[in-house]
């Protein structure tokens, strides 16, 4: 609807709406007199026609505010967590550290070299002997002596690559358990944001949980509710109901974010830990043996 201007053409009159058809002059007054009210009550139709749409464009415009709020609070709770993330050593690099500063690539090249040595101490022997009047028994026992001499420096070097490795085991899995720890800040401070913008997005307040669990004992009480109680009790139980498929939703999206999976496997260590409880689950140990492979495998060198 339209208000009407003063210089509007009164269609009566044939002239503007402030005329006064007395006087035939501009009159202010005259034109509040007749159509002040008029223009009054259109202004305020208008305002009211006006009020819910612009309710609606002041709650969008809040609402988007709210999300960027929490936006911005996800991504310093992101990059400060990636940060810290970055900052850690990667399983392999731990191992290859510790593994340094044990010296188990030399140990465990040690122990390979002096078994690959006894086991090829026939084959070496052999070749060594051709063209001389040597028999296999006597050859044999050249064999036999060597080893025999060889054997004890062998079993030394075996067991002291096992001990490293023993050892890297170890240090392995208290470097696991200690990036793990600092990460659990950013897990407790995850699980109370998810829970402040359930209650953010669904408007359900700690103070709304209270009031509900009083409304519930009331009524398990047997205490007879008024129909203000009754809807305000319903009304509150649909907003719990959204609080906690908002909590599921993100407990259910940092799930499958994180594979879902509680173990993880370390490289060196060949250890399984549980990073639930960040306690060790299983540990292989390797051990060197004279075989016809010489020394057993390793992942160095």
Known sequence: MEEISATMT?????????????????????FDANWGNYNRGIR?????LDAPIQAI????????????????????????????????ESTNALAERIGQELGLPQLQANARSLNQTIFNLPQTYSKAMTGYDVNQNQLDRVVGTKQAELAPAAALASQNAQAAETNLNTRLGYAQRDQDRQL????????????????ETTLYSQENQAELDALIAKANARVSLTEGEKNRM???????????????????NRGSESGGNPYVTLGEGQTLYNTSTNQPVYTAIKTYKPSSGGASGSDWG
Request: hydrophobic share 30%; charged share 20%.
């Open 10 to 30: 009164n269609p009566k009159t044939g002239k503007a709406y402030a005329i006064n058809p007395n006087s035939g002059v501009w009159d202010d007054n005259y």
């Open 44 to 48: 305020a139709t208008n305002q009211a």
């Open 57 to 88: 464009a002041t709650q969008r415009t809040n609402n988007q505010a709210f999300l960027n709020n929490q936006n911005n609070q996800t991504n310093d709770f992101l990059n400060r967590y990636r940060g810290t993330l970055a900052g850690q």
């Open 184 to 199: 659990l800040p950013y897990q407790m401070e995850q699980n109370l944001m998810s829970e402040r913008f359930a209650r």
């Open 234 to 252: 319903h009304q509150l139980a649909m907003q719990e109901a959204e609080f906690e498929n908002a909590l599921k939703v993100a407990r259910e």
